[in-house]
C-alpha cells in the first residue's frame, strides 16, 4: 500500500527557505503512470496547488509561487522535495504531498486527481 | 486561470437526509473535476474523479454528476461521518491546477 510522509522544519523565519521532503513507500517514484505534487493549506482556509513534478523531472509550477518555488525528485531515495524561498508569514500552511494518477493530452502525460495523500506537516513562518 | 467556485459555502443538513453541493468553473474543464473530502485535522481525501466515478473504497452514497462548467456532488443520505468540508478541483488546465473554497456540511 502506497504511503507518502512529509518531513521537514516546523519552523522557519522570514525570508528564508522552506524545504520539505516527501518519502514515498510502499511503490516506486518512478512510475510513468503518476505525478507527485505539493499542496498547501493556510490556517482555517482552503487548498492550494503549490506544484507538480513528472518521475522524468519535468515540473509545472503555480504561476503565483513560480518564482519563489523549486521543486525535484530523488529516484534514488523514493523521494521528492519542495523548495520555497524568501517565505513570509503569508506561507504558514500545512503543507500536503500527493500522488496524482496520469493521463495523455496530445501526447503529453498531465496529472489528474490527486489520490494518495501525506498526513501533512504544519510550517510556521515567524521570527 | 480557472476559478472554481462552491456553493454553498456552509449546508447544514440532518443525519439521513440528502445534501446536494456545487462546482461552477469559469471555463469549461469538460469533465475532468474531482470531488475530495475533508475532515478536521486531515488530509483531503478523494471521493470522486472525472466528475462521477467513485474512488476506490468510497460508498455508493456519494456520487457525482455534470461536465463543462457545472458539477454536483450529492450524498443520498447523510452519515455521522460525512459531516466535513468537501472541495471541488479541476485538472483539466493547468498550470494552476485549481480548488474550489469548500462547502462545509455541518449538523442541522
Known amino acids: 500500500q502506497l504511503q507518502l510522509q512529509e518531513s521537514g522544519p516546523g519552523l522557519v523565519k522570514p525570508s528564508e527557505t522552506l524545504s520539505l521532503t516527501c518519502t514515498v513507500s510502499g511503490g516506486s517514484i518512478s512510475s510513468s503512470s503518476y505525478y507527485w505534487g505539493w499542496i498547501r493549506q493556510p490556517p482555517g482556509k482552503g487548498l492550494e496547488w503549490i506544484g507538480s513534478?513528472?518521475?522524468?523531472?519535468?515540473?509545472y509550477y503555480n504561476p503565483s509561487l513560480k518564482s519563489r518555488v523549486t521543486i525535484s525528485v530523488d529516484t534514488s531515495k523514493n523521494q521528492f522535495s519542495l523548495k520555497l524561498s524568501s517565505v513570509t508569514a503569508a506561507d504558514t500552511a500545512v503543507y500536503y504531498c500527493?500522488?496524482?494518477?496520469?493521463?495523455?493530452?496530445?501526447?503529453?502525460?498531465?496529472?489528474?486527481?490527486?489520490?494518495?495523500w501525506g498526513q501533512g506537516t504544519m510550517v510556521t513562518v515567524s521570527s | 486561470e480557472i476559478v472554481m467556485t462552491q456553493s454553498p459555502a456552509t449546508l447544514s443538513v440532518s443525519p439521513g437526509e440528502r445534501a446536494t453541493l456545487s462546482c461552477r468553473a469559469s471555463?469549461?474543464?469538460?469533465?475532468?473535476l474531482a470531488w475530495y473530502q475533508q475532515k478536521p485535522g486531515q488530509a483531503p481525501r478523494l471521493l470522486i474523479y472525472g466528475a462521477s466515478t467513485r474512488a476506490t473504497g468510497i460508498p455508493a452514497r456519494f456520487s457525482g454528476s455534470g461536465s463543462g462548467t457545472e458539477f454536483t456532488l450529492t450524498i443520498s443520505s447523510l452519515q455521522s461521518e460525512d459531516f466535513a468540508v468537501y472541495y471541488c478541483?479541476?485538472?483539466?488546465?493547468?498550470?494552476?491546477?485549481?480548488f474550489g473554497q469548500g462547502t462545509k456540511v455541518e449538523i442541522k
Open positions: 478541483q479541476q485538472y483539466n488546465n493547468w498550470p494552476p491546477r485549481t
Open positions: 513534478i513528472y518521475y522524468s523531472g519535468s515540473t
Open positions: 500527493a500522488r496524482a494518477d496520469v493521463m495523455i493530452v496530445v501526447v503529453i502525460p498531465t496529472p489528474t486527481a490527486f489520490d494518495i
Open positions: 471555463q469549461s474543464v469538460s469533465s475532468n
